[in-house]
Nanobody, 124 residues
Framework: QVQLVESGGGLVQAGGSLRLSCAAS????????MGWFRQAPGKEREFVAA????????YYADSLKGRFTISGDNAKNTVYLQMNSLQPEDTALYYC?????????????????WGQGTQVTVSS
């Protein structure tokens, strides 16, 4: 049984920061990479960032580079998303996802497992 559990979401004022965590359990040793996506009400799910477990290569949505940082802790099977200078447009449900193979990291359909999401709300 593979399970991804996100935490760390909440309400923050514009300009503030949050750190999301995603704890993975189950067949985590076979994960090739982990990613974060977000979905705002009435919008499609969009790619935020991804990280390869080996080599620690990271990938970001162009619009979020410089504000968001993805990192991972193999020993804890946990991936993090540090979000700084948050703006109201960052308000969304943030999902963690795992994938068993390489490919196009921003394509949600290529991920094999998903968490339930954690809500991030940024007030103006």
């Amino acid at each position: 049984q593979v399970q991804l559990v996100e935490s760390g979401g909440g309400l923050v004022q514009a300009g503030g920061s949050l750190r999301l965590s995603c704890a993975a359990s189950g067949r985590t040793f076979t994960y090739y990479a982990m990613g974060w996506f977000r979905q705002a009400p009435g919008k499609e799910r969009e790619f935020v960032a991804a990280i390869r477990w080996s080599g620690r290569n990271t990938y970001y949505a162009d619009s979020l580079k410089g504000r968001f940082t993805i990192s991972g802790d193999n020993a804890k099977n946990t991936v993090y998303l540090q979000m700084n200078s948050l703006q109201p447009e960052d308000t969304a449900l943030y999902y963690c996802a795992g994938r068993y193979s390489s490919g196009t990291y921003y394509r949600a359909q290529e991920y094999n497992y998903w968490g339930q999401g954690t809500q991030v709300t940024v007030s103006s």
